[in-house]
């Protein structure tokens, strides 16, 4: 099974509305990122959550990570069209100095004008 | 903030053929690079940690032999397919991780290859 599971696995929304992404894990994470992707490109970072109950925003989009460490959110409020591509959640199972990131499959947004 | 760039974007090759695909952190200084591959529509897979000066650490059920990872400095990773086939196909991207500091991976802009 998934270790990471993200949803929705894609979203369709109107120019200014807010929405949600989630990303759950089965087990306890030393991290979770927020990264975005365009297709067919490379990741862009977004954001970097380690402490339960963290919460950091940039611009319009906000992201949290429970207290338990097992689940983030990742909000965007007033989306634009220059919100729309891929959204990937990567987390750090390991908590070691050499960490890999295993990724969720991924959020396709889209953003109607 | 961290450049990685990734060099080529794009290449196609015939099968049988072998293409290196070059991974470097062009602003900081990075003792592990990772590399993944991207399936149509589906999410990143690991393939391996590439550590400078020492053997790359594979996934499970990837080929060391298909795949030659050599990370010959702190700024450059090389990920070379060997005798490439149709179904090596896909988008190959690496990352870095700054020797200092409690960062992020920074990820490249990826490579699409096909093989014909």
């Known amino acids: 099974s998934q270790e990471l599971e993200q949803s929705p696995q894609s979203l369709i929304v109107q120019e200014g509305k807010n929405l949600t992404i989630n990303c759950t894990s089965s087990k306890t994470l030393y991290g979770l990122y927020w990264y975005k992707q365009k297709y067919g490109e490379g990741l862009i970072f977004l954001m970097m959550?380690?402490?339960?109950?963290e919460e950091k925003s940039h611009e319009k989009i906000t992201a949290k990570l429970d207290e338990k460490k097992q689940q983030s959110s990742l909000h965007i409020t007033a989306s634009q069209p220059s919100h729309a591509g891929i959204y990937l959640c990567g987390a750090d199972f390991g908590g070691g100095s050499n960490y890999k990131l295993t990724f969720g499959k991924g959020t396709l947004l889209t953003v109607n004008p | 903030g961290a450049v990685v760039s990734q060099h080529p974007s794009w290449v196609i090759c015939k099968s049988g053929t072998s293409v290196k695909i070059e991974c470097r952190s062009l602003?900081?200084?990075?003792?592990?690079m990772f590399w993944y591959r991207q399936f149509p529509k589906q999410s990143l897979m690991l393939m391996a940690t590439s550590n400078e000066g020492s053997k790359a650490t594979y996934e499970q059920g990837v080929e060391k032999d298909k795949f030659l990872i050599n990370h010959a400095s702190l700024t450059l990773s090389t990920l070379t397919v060997t005798s490439a086939h149709p179904e090596d196909s896909s988008f190959y991207i690496c990352s870095a991780r700054s020797i200092n500091g409690n960062s992020p991976l920074h990820f490249g802009n990826g490579t699409r290859l096909t093989v014909t």
């Open positions: 959550l380690q402490k339960g109950g």
């Open positions: 602003d900081f200084q990075a003792t592990t």
